[in-house]
């Protein structure tokens, strides 16, 4: 007994003594610096970021975090906190330079977080000097080195606080982005859309992506994301569900977590990507399927009763330990959080009593883009220091689309906001640029950036992910199409594709015709050989382009037409190739010998007028390569996506959905949510 005792006492002596090591002799973190000296503390190396000599707490990393964070808020100016609480697009201006509203954000706003949007490209093409909102192309190398530029500015100011770059997704095979929204893969390894993900139901190779994600944005700078989406895509109007995962709860869920667990980590780090899960509490549930980037869709309803149906992915978010968290810009009309008739960043009990208090979140709120003036749904008569009053005293921390540091701090001048609030807001910001070990080394390698971005091992993997996304809808024994052999060949007439895959090699017993035309250019529809083997068309859906939307979606007048016979007809829908080309090609060679591959980037209606249904063979995509429709068609991978939402039978069962629900009657189905075949 007495040498059992005596063992454990060893044992508790050797844990308490490796701990006060570990304790007293702490790793020392990469160090880099560009404009402030290095201070030296027995083995150590520090940054003196407030330039007096000396080793402040803040500035000393083996302090413990609450320490650091604290210290350092007791040094800033009323001006240095104010401009913790702004955040705004700040791109990079040709090749990479920094812009004069980098000096005036940094300098006379205390700014130090952005938002980066520039499109990544190894060849850029449309340089220019301009810093719109969208910014120019650059390359890895240049946004490396920009965002280098922008570091060493912020090292340079009195405190030497590094700022923090966020993005909107960028990995994505996108057709169609639109700044404020998403940004276009481009150099990037590219992927396919998030629904595409989930249509793979891989979780493994979710993780993969968020793992090589994770390390193409750190090579660049990019450390934050205004991402992921954890809404439901129960609205098919809704034009934002392309950048949804699923209708199913339990399955956004799951990737929610497995993202936040990957980009982050278990919890932030010097390798972590923090992460602002949007847009709480869920804004799939669009009144008539309106955007509330738009006067039209500010309402989010929920007649079916899911509220906590789409509470949960957010839920899980939290626990997981997501960074920051983003209130949409809807209202929730009639839920018991009040107030319940403005949007959710200036609603009190979405944000304190429900975010906060009930789910028990920590982290910091961060507003959508533009909710100040612009879209202060229900607050519109107010006035912008009404309206930035009401956001800060609802939860919201960080207001996003501003930078006017002048018009907040008059307010905390005049008594209006207490400075203690304010203080809370920099508290939470700043444990995020400590975690991240922005304070050690903000900077990155240029030359690393340029041979690591969008590498092919890289974009193997998000081939893979490609394939398997791709879902089977209709097979009438077409599919996969037997390959020629010997001198045989092929004859194929595609739309929609870009036939220069078909230049290679492996096509060369494949005699391909391209059906693509100008339309502007006043050409026509080729002629089509009634001895085509097969028709391929590709379809897309997008919208025209209106001053009235510029972030996307369909005018309001027409959010209802889901149908591609209703699309066709309409104003602001725009289906390529056409309906009328499409019907053309069937009716030539034959809608048995035509395989139609459709992207999905809302939950189109399959309707029997347009003729769709008579195809061989119909492919569901959500953002993929010619190279990968190829790959399924000829049998090359057997096909294994399933659907992410279910699609219905008509525009009218759309309508006649709750908002908040999830599919639809079985006598309202065309195919059901998880639907997919396989050539087994």
Known sequence: MMKNTLNGLILILFFAGTAFSQKNNPTQPAIEQRAVDLIHEKQFIFKDLNKNQKLDVYEDWRQPLDKRVANLVSQMTLQEKVGMLLINTLNAGEKGTLTESAVDYIENQKMTRFIFRNTIKNNPVNTGAGNGFAGVQISPYEAAQFMNAVQELSERTRLGIPSL?????????????????????????????????????????????????????????LRGMY????????????????????????????????????????????????????????????????????????????????????????????????????????????????????????????????????????????????????????????????????????????????????????????????????NLSVTRLLKEQFELGLFENPYVDPNRATYLVGNPSFQKKADLAQRKSIVLLQNKTKLPLAQPKGQDTLKIFTMGMNTDLFKEREWSNYKVTSGDYNKAKKETLPAISKETDIAIIRVQVTNNAGSDRRFGGADSTELDFLSFSEMAKAKSWKISPSLEDIKTVMET?????????????????????????????????????????????????????????????TSAAVVKQAPDAPGYPEEDTLFPFGFGLNYN
């Open 227 to 422: 991402g992921y989406m954890a809404d439901l895509s129960t609205e098919p109007r809704w034009y934002r569900v392309h950048e949804t995962f699923t209708e199913d709860s339990k399955l956004a869920t799951d990737i929610i977590k497995v993202l936040i667990k990957n980009l982050q980590g278990e919890k932030l780090h010097s390798k972590s990507i923090a992460l602002t899960i949007k847009h709480f509490p869920g804004g799939g549930p669009q009144e008539g399927g309106g955007d509330p980037h738009y006067t039209f869709g500010k309402n989010q309803v929920y007649p079916a009763g899911k509220f906590d149906d789409h509470l949960a992915p957010f839920k899980a978010a939290i626990d997981a330990g997501a960074s920051s968290i983003m209130a949409y810009y809807g209202i929730p009309v009639g839920q018991p959080y009040m107030p319940n008739n403005v949007g959710m960043a200036f609603s009190k009990g979405i944000l304190t009593d429900l975010l906060r208090t009930l789910l028990k979140f920590r982290g910091y709120i961060n507003s959508d883009t533009g909710i100040i003036g612009e879209r202060a749904w229900g607050l519109e008569d107010k006035s912008l220091d009404e309206q930035i009053l009401i956001a800060i005293e609802a939860g919201t921390d960080i207001l996003s689309g501003f930078s006017n540091n002048q018009q907040i701090l008059n307010l905390v001048k005049a008594g209006k906001l207490p400075e203690s609030r304010v």
């Open 165 to 221: 770059f966020k993005s909107n997704s960028r990995n994505h095979m996108e057709i169609d982005a639109r700044a404020g929204i998403n940004v276009e893969s481009g150099s990037f390894s590219s992927w396919p859309k998030e629904s595409g993900l989930a249509a793979t139901r891989d979780m493994d190779l979710i993780a993969d992506f968020a793992k090589i994600m994770a390390e193409e944005w750190r090579a660049i700078g």
């Open 589 to 649: 060679i034959g809608a048995e010998k035509t395989i139609l591959s459709i992207d999905f980037r809302q939950p189109y209606v399959l309707d029997e007028a347009s003729g769709i249904l008579n195809a061989a063979g119909i492919l569901a995509t959500f953002g993929v390569s010619d190279a990968a429709v190829m790959d399924i068609i000829m049998g090359k991978f057997n096909p294994t996506g399933k659907l992410p939402y279910a699609l219905a039978k």
